[in-house]
Antibody, heavy 122, light 110 residues
Framework: EVQLVESGGGLIQPGGSRRLSCAAS????????MSWVRQAPGKGLEWVSV???????IYADPVKGRFTISRDNSKNTVHLQMDSLRAEDTAVYYC????????????????WGQGILVTVSS | QSALTQPASVSGSPGQSITISCTGT?????????VSWYQQHPGKAPKLMIY???NRPSGVSNRFSGSKSGNTASLTISGLQAEDEADYYC??????????FGGGTKLTVL
């Protein structure tokens, strides 16, 4: 059974940093594209970043240059390093696995973590 | 890149059919058959309902179907049931390799 469990959330001051982790089980994180998606309180879903199987990383414009996605194959874990945090980064952050179509990676999300709250406030 | 455009809300009575639209551009929805749809109940993680425009994952009711015409994708729910009441989001790949969500649609079952 595929499971994704996020950790590392909490209250952070503006300008601060935090690293989120996503521990995966039931599959190998290096075999799928892995994304982070966030949802501000009472708002819609916002895609944040993806790491490809080959290691290529892509970011949404609002976080580019401040967030870094990475993968630790030995621990089957994906991370999101968040720097220079702003109030508008306050959200529930979901770790997400992208799916496969005919055996090839396809940009849809077939499994989600339960989400973890990050609050940026003084 | 702006979010895809969805109606803020739709409603229907049990047994009826409803359609939720998702309008993008020729750089996303119009250029790739890579639109997916997600259902989200309050306080829960989203759930995949449709991928690659028309494909339904195993376990998802065949009352859910997807389509696309030009820059607009659509999700149709037939035989509406009370448990279908939720927020629905479309999601698309784009020419810049980033992904974007629609703004979300709140479905109310009357």
């Amino acid at each position: 059974e595929v499971q994704l469990v996020e950790s590392g959330g909490g209250l952070i001051q503006p300008g601060g940093s935090r690293r989120l982790s996503c521990a995966a089980s039931g599959f190998t994180v290096s075999s799928n594209y892995m994304s982070w998606v966030r949802q501000a309180p009472g708002k819609g879903l916002e895609w944040v970043s993806v790491i490809y199987t080959g290691g290529t990383t892509i970011y949404a414009d609002p976080v580019k240059g401040r967030f870094t996605i990475s993968r630790d194959n030995s621990k089957n874990t994906v991370h999101l390093q968040m720097d220079s945090l702003r109030a508008e980064d306050t959200a529930v952050y979901y770790c997400a696995r992208e799916g496969l179509s005919s055996g090839w990676p396809s940009p849809y999300i077939d499994h989600w973590g339960q989400g973890i709250l990050v609050t940026v406030s003084s | 890149q702006s979010a895809l455009t969805q109606p803020a809300s739709v409603s229907g009575s049990p047994g009826q059919s409803i359609t939720i639209s998702c309008t993008g551009t020729s750089s996303d929805v119009g250029d790739y058959d890579l639109v997916s749809w997600y259902q989200q109940h309050p306080g829960k993680a989203p759930k995949l309902m449709i991928y690659d425009v028309t494909n339904r994952p195993s376990g998802v009711s065949n009352r859910f179907s997807g389509s696309k015409s030009g820059n607009t994708a659509s999700l149709t729910i037939s035989g509406l049931q009370a448990e279908d009441e939720a927020d629905y989001y479309c999601f698309s790949y784009t020419s810049r390799s980033i992904r974007i969500f629609g703004g979300g649609t709140k479905l109310t079952v009357l």
